[in-house]
């Protein structure tokens, strides 16, 4: 597969030193700051993990490469068996496609020229699976279709609760067999994204919430196959409802995300173990007051993510440590007894609230094993949102 990697990098825009000569420790000097540290046994075990979760559940793995945006968890995914990929934006898809990623579903509904436009290669290589929860987003693909003489497959995007986007179990039927008979279009079954699942309060609010995701799924397949529609796929599933999903719900697909690097939203939403979190930021601390050590990762490398329990995050190894400010380039803390003693020049790894917008802002991320630097990892569609 090809991969962007073979495109150097602007030296002046990536933490570590074009000539450092890997394993290096995580204070040598070839490594700046802020960077984002990947632990790759880590890493490893959660792709390993949830391909086996999605093996005894009986439903094919297809991983949502927004939270890693990475050729080389790509790769690390489709290899532990996952079927393809789910992105969420023509760009995303595009640099999926353009490293070999022959199956891609993009969940997101693709509205304007611009983007219908760079579609194209896609139609037309047979790699992409749209999504649409509307007539007018539907018409657009089938005039595209018709303009290629091809056939697009498409899923009908179902709302199980989170009210974002997607029609009613109810209206399912109606609304499919209206774009199944759009020119050029096969709708091929559903999906949903149960993200509202990260509201609730405890455990059994979230097997509650994939309960009820798996019984409106039911309930949008029925509409469908009433209306003589073929219902091949039911795509659902994120890292935290998966585990209370399987093949016996009638559910054939998950698109999990954020479990390859885990955070603390996963953490708290008993998705994982603390030991299961793969990346953290390493920082330094650049300026130190009584209880107060400042470091150079603020809100355009943490971003602004914020939970209750865990403030805009936690230092790694450091649980009575938090955040007292975030600006845009600091990140104050305050400190606990113990870490009284970090000095100006420490650094610190801080653990994210939410992975996936941290990706986002890197070019370039870290493979770490044992404690020691190992590997560069590109992240090779950062900030393709459009
Ligand atoms: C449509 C869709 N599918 C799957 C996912 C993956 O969810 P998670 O990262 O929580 O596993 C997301 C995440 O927001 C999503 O929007």
């Not at 094919?60 to 934006?89: E, I, W």
């Not at 609760?161 to 109606?174: N, Y």
């Not at 470091?295 to 190894?317: E, P, Q, V, W």
């Not at 450091?318 to 955040?323: D, E, H, Q, R």
């Amino acid at each position: 597969m090809g991969t962007s990697t073979d495109v150097p990098l602007d030296p002046s825009l990536v933490a570590l030193a074009a000539t450092a000569s890997l394993p290096i420790d995580l204070n040598d000097e070839a490594l700046d700051t802020p960077a984002i540290l990947v632990d790759l046994d880590i890493l490893d075990a959660n792709i390993e993990g949830m391909a086996g979760v999605a093996r005894r559940a009986g439903v094919a793995l297809r991983p949502h490469a927004k939270s890693h945006k990475s050729f080389y968890v790509a790769d690390k995914q489709l290899a532990a068996g996952a079927v393809g990929l789910c992105v969420a934006t023509v760009g995303e898809a595009e640099a999926m496609w353009q490293h070999g990623v022959g199956d891609i579903l993009l969940a997101y509904s693709v509205v304007g020229e611009r983007k219908l436009e760079r579609l194209r290669p896609l139609v037309d290589a047979e790699v992409v699976t749209l999504v649409t929860d509307s007539i007018e987003v539907a018409e657009g693909y089938s005039r595209l279709a018709r303009l290629m003489n091809r056939r697009i497959p498409v899923l009908l995007e179902i709302d199980t609760g989170m009210h974002r986007v997607g029609v009613s179990p109810e209206d399912a039927g109606a609304v499919g067999a209206t774009i199944a008979a759009l020119p050029g279009l096969e709708v091929r079954g559903i999906l949903t994204h149960a993200g509202h699942a990260h509201d609730a309060t405890d455990q059994l609010g979230i097997a509650l919430v994939a309960r009820q995701e798996a019984r409106e799924m039911q309930a949008a397949r029925e509409g469908l196959e009433a209306q003589g529609i073929e219902v091949s796929v039911v795509s659902a599933g994120s890292t935290i409802t998966t585990p209370y999903l399987s093949a016996a719900d009638g559910i054939t697909e998950v698109r999990p995300g954020t479990y390859v690097y885990n955070d603390l939203r996963t953490l708290s939403c008993f998705a994982c173990t603390p030991d299961q979190i793969a990346a953290t930021m390493l920082a330094t601390v650049v300026s130190r007051g009584p209880g107060r050590a400042t470091i150079n990762a603020g809100s355009k490398s943490i971003t602004t993510s914020r939970m209750t329990d865990y403030g805009f995050g936690r230092l790694l190894g450091s649980p009575g440590t938090s955040f007292s400010r975030l600006s845009e380039e600091h990140g104050v803390l305050s400190l606990a007894p113990e870490d009284e003693e970090l000095r100006v020049g420490d650094r610190v790894r801080v653990l994210p609230i939410h992975i996936c917008v941290w990706m986002d802002l890197q070019r370039e991320i870290y493979g770490i094993r044992e404690g020691r630097v190992v590997e560069r990892i590109r992240v090779d569609a950062m900030r393709r949102s459009l």
